[in-house]
């Protein structure tokens, strides 16, 4: 892997929910890109973490209603 690329592995809709809380949280407002959460997507780790966590929310939520 070439370091500093990050590669999204998840949905559109799951981008754009990423975005919109990272636009929520933006400390900078995008000016300089230097705030804790742009920073957050500069690790290949936080972006698979996200996604996972997004997987599983979903998994459960489906799960919880079937029982």
């Known amino acids: 892997m070439v370091a500093g690329l990050v590669i999204w592995h998840g949905d559109t809709r799951e981008m754009l929910a990423l975005m919109a809380a990272i636009e929520h949280n ?5 000016m300089s890109g230097s705030c804790s959460a742009h920073q957050a997507l500069l690790s290949q780790r936080f ?3 996200v996604i996972f966590g997004r997987w ?4 459960l939520l489906i799960e919880e209603r079937c029982v």
């Open 56 to 59: 599983m929310r979903e998994r």
């Open 26 to 30: 933006c400390e900078c407002k995008g």
């Open 47 to 49: 972006i698979d973490g």
